[in-house]
């Protein structure tokens, strides 16, 4: 569990709005270790492959759209959860292609669960209050709709350890990712705090 590793992108939004070092603080501040970080410009192709990783993520995604119509009184453009998806998705390659993101993997307890918790929900509207895409931007799926666009949430993160394997492996060589030691996981993991009085 303490080796447990997650994939976070910080989307064009993300990079435009100036976020980049405030995204990366609010992980760093956790505990969690940085173990690999890149700046690059993703393909069309290579997000969908990223998008594709996980084979439930088009049915949920496609569910969570048609249950955010339902909730605010709104019919959804269609009832099955594929169709909806197929048209997100097509929003989501030209969103995640259209400048630089930053990609990195962060390394600790829970990693997966602790960075999504931070992250918040899908739509930054409804997003907690303290999160990353709660706090720091103002999206909806309703503008997103009429704009014809995908949501603009600044960050991803893999949604379980298996789908941060995959995407891990889709954006990073093995030589990438870099083992090192923090000071800090002595107090973070260590069964003893022996040696902190001198
Ligand atoms: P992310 O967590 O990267 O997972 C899929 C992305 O698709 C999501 O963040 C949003 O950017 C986008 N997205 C998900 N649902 C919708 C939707 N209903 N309409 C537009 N964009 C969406």
Do not use: C
């Amino acid at each position: 569990m303490k080796s447990e590793r997650t994939l976070v992108i910080i989307k064009p939004d993300g990079i435009q709005r100036a976020l980049i070092g405030e995204v990366i603080k609010r992980y760093e501040r956790t505990g969690l270790k940085l173990v690999a970080m890149k700046m690059t410009v993703a393909t069309e192709d290579m997000i969908e492959t990223h998008y594709s990783v996980d084979p439930n993520w088009k049915m949920v995604t496609g569910q969570k759209a048609i249950d955010a119509y339902r909730k605010k009184g709104m019919v959804p453009p269609s009832e099955n959860p594929l169709e909806l998806t197929a048209i997100i998705l097509k929003k989501l390659r030209k969103y995640m292609s259209s400048g630089p993101v930053v990609a990195m993997v962060w390394q600790g307890m829970n990693a997966v669960g602790v960075v999504r918790k931070i992250t918040g929900s899908t739509e930054p509207l409804t997003s907690d209050v303290g999160s990353i895409r709660g706090d720091l931007t103002i999206d909806s799926y309703q503008m997103a709709d009429t704009d014809e666009r995908a949501v603009r949430n600044l960050v991803h993160t893999s949604g379980s350890t298996d789908d941060a394997a995959k995407e891990i492996a889709l954006w990073f060589k093995d030589g990438e990712l870099i083992n090192y030691k923090l000071v800090q996981e002595a107090i973070l993991y260590d069964v003893n705090l022996d040696g902190i009085l001198e």
